[in-house]
């Protein structure tokens, strides 16, 4: 079975008359890492954002199913707890809430709701431990409020450390690499791979081939207007890269 | 001011029941009782059309009579127990003093064994006083202008004094717990004395079951020495149909540090006020609170610093969180006398609404005659941010959980101001807490 399945989804923002994605389908099965790229404007950030299930879209047409359950039909806290996860473009801080307590509040709510046992806080201590560590985290950067005060790029490995340690079967990354340097994405990147595993997919979203050199892709999607104009292995990166986003662009008009 | 023409039941009852409630209350040739009613009589409950009541008309909001409670026997043992084992700091090494329906219960008590604090109760040494005592109590309240606490003294049937002569290990808990039964008036008092460079962390819990219909009177007054330290956290859980009135009086020596934080989640309609005196330089003063108000709950502080001496400073920091109908009001009033040069003076109250019905007034008065002070205020109020939401459950944590940790992030910043850490894990999770505790009408 398929973890993601998408057909003929159509989304215009709620209130709003104009269709930003326009009949995506796409199929992602276990161990596959798919890369959706495509010019600024094309639906990239609102196609991560009906996945989590953000309420300022509305659907109009077509499916979601996520490990043959209707993906759209779920709460945002379900569909994580189901292991959906979305690494934000632009993560947020939060005052007041120290990074370990979101960590740990998280961690339980969905063990929690899928039934299994709470962490003991010294497991959880090791976890975190463990997974900082691969992501050159700072013990110091955990007691601090979530993201409050953090870099971009520190922001960009909280967001991979909340992935690690949240184990999700389908990863969202909405362009990871945005705002990082190239030693951050390598360290971004490691991470990630750490990750990548059989029963794991992701879904990468970026606007840059860049990226993809470290997250290898199996698969490679053009998103043009709404739609996936053109999808192949992952050298198809790599032509994007040299004749640009035009050529799919007049495709799609 | 005048009497007004119209006495309310509520007033009527209170003038009409003095004389009987005298003579089955504790007296002391010093204690004016009589003259505190004539006082009251004068004024009558505050109203909306005196400036400081604005936001808060008792005349309106005190619905009925509450006659005084001057019967001292104890209904339910039990009732009383499992109330006050509901105390945020039960898990705090603390003495505790309680006091049931306006009267202190020995038996329930663990008062403390150190020597560096004597604490007795009012009712039962009233007419043989220590000096302390009858020189302090009364001393730091005016009489003349404040209806609410002239009632408090007319009426009041018990209370603790307590004389801080050294460095207290052991924090003491002041109980006051309510007992369901017949509309009254319970009145006490607290007072504290802590002598030169002596220190104590004193807490207050008032609490009662829900159906409970009083009126909780609580005039406290203390007195600081030079160098003395005095940390104060207060949690008010009264009954939902009960109305808290609370008047705190504080004169400050010459270097003390005072620390006061309240918790409000309690009573239909709260009062409470601070006054701070400054009597000596270099003192500072910290007043801080947090007030989770749903339903049609009223909550009010109101503040006035008196800088009358220079070099001293002054921090409000309050956070209201609204839900349903409630009101939350905040007034904070500072004055900076001529001579009181390099006052250092802030304030904030913000407010946090849950629901488009919920209200917030804040009214800062800054009066300023000195020319060289810092002094500032803020207010503020707004929603919760759907933005953080999102992002909180997005990672599994279901809405009225991540709506609970962004209100205890909101109120955490007042909650900082309190000196011991056991007591911030302890208000942090009642402040987590609450909101499923109070869940009630429609959230955003």
Known sequence: MSILEIKNLHVKIEG??????????????????????????????????????????????????????????????????????????????????????FLRTALNAQRKARGEEELTTPAFMKVVREKSQMLKIRQEML???????????????????????????????????????????????????????????????????????????????????????????????LELEESGYENFTEQAA | MTASPNRTPAEEAFVSGFAAAEAALPSAEWLKRKQALAAFNELGLPHRRIEAWKYTDLRNLVDGAYPAQTDATLVDVEQVQELAARSIFAGIDRATAVFVDGRFRSELSALPEESAIEVLSLSDNLADAPKWLSENLGSVVPQADDA?????????????????????????????????????????????VVDDEASCEIYETHVSPANGRYVSNVVTEVVLGDKATFDHVKTQNDGSEAVHLANLHAK???????????????????????????????????????????????????????????NCTS?????????????????????????????????????????????????PELEIFADDVVCGHGAT??????????????????????????????????????????????????????????????LC
Request: hydrophobic residues 40%; proline residues 4%.
């Open chain 2, 381 to 442: 109020a707004g929603e919760l941010d759907e933005d953080l939401l999102f992002y909180l459950r997005a990672r599994g944590i279901p809405k009225d959980q991540a709506m609970a940790l962004l209100i205890a992030a909101f109120v955490g910043e007042a909650v900082e101001e309190v000196s011991s850490e056991a007591v911030r894990d302890a208000l942090n999770e009642m402040a987590t807490s609450w909101l499923t505790t109070h869940k009630t009408g429609a």
């Open chain 2, 252 to 310: 400050l020596g010459a270097e003390a540090k005072f620390n006061s934080f309240s918790a409000t989640s309690g009573a239909r309609v709260s009062r409470q006020q601070a006054f701070v005196e400054y009597a000596g330089e270099h003192t500072d003063a910290n007043i801080s609170g947090v007030y989770l108000l749903a339903d049609k709950q009223h909550g009010d502080s109101t503040l006035v610093i008196d800088h009358a001496v220079p």
């Open chain 2, 148 to 192: 609410v606490a002239a009632l408090n003294l007319a009426y009041m049937s018990d209370g603790a004094a307590i004389y801080v002569s050294g460095k207290c290990e052991q924090p003491l808990e002041l109980v006051f717990v309510h007992s369901s039964g017949e509309p009254r008036t319970v009145s006490q008092r607290v007072l504290i």
């Open chain 2, 315 to 363: 921090r409000e920091m309050f956070k209201l969180v609204l839900n349903d109908h409630a009101r939350g009001v905040f007034q904070g009033k500072v004055t900076v006398r001529p001579h009181a040069q390099k006052t250092d003076g802030k304030q904030m109250a913000q407010a946090l609404l849950l629901a488009p019905d919920a209200e917030f007034d804040s009214k």
């Open chain 1, 16 to 101: 709003e008359d104009t269709e930003i994605l326009r009949g995506i389908d796409l199929t992602v099965n276990p161990g596959e890492v798919h890369a959706i790229m495509g010019p600024n404007g094309s639906g990239k950030s609102t196609l991560s954002y009906v996945l989590s299930g953000k309420d300022d879209y509305e659907i109009t047409e077509g499916s979601v199913t996520y490990k043959g359950d209707d993906l759209l039909e779920m709460e945002v806290d379900e569909r994580a707890s189901a292991g959906v996860f979305l690494a934000f473009q632009y993560p947020i801080e939060i005052p007041g809430v120290p990074t370990m307590t």
């Open chain 1, 143 to 237: 007691k601090r409020p979530v993201n409050v005060g953090f870099s971009g790029g520190e922001k960009k490995r909280a967001e991979i450390l909340q992935m690690a340690v949240l184990e999700p079967s389908l990863c969202v990354l909405d362009e990871t690499d945005s705002g990082l340097d190239i030693d951050a994405l390598k360290i971004v990147a490691e991470g990630v791979n750490a990750l990548r595993s059989p029963e794991r997919a992701m879904v990468v979203i970026t606007h840059y081939q860049r990226l993809l050199n470290y997250i290898v892709p199996d698969h490679v999607h053009v998103l043009s207007q709404g739609r996936i104009v053109k999808s192949g292995g992952k050298e198809l990166a």
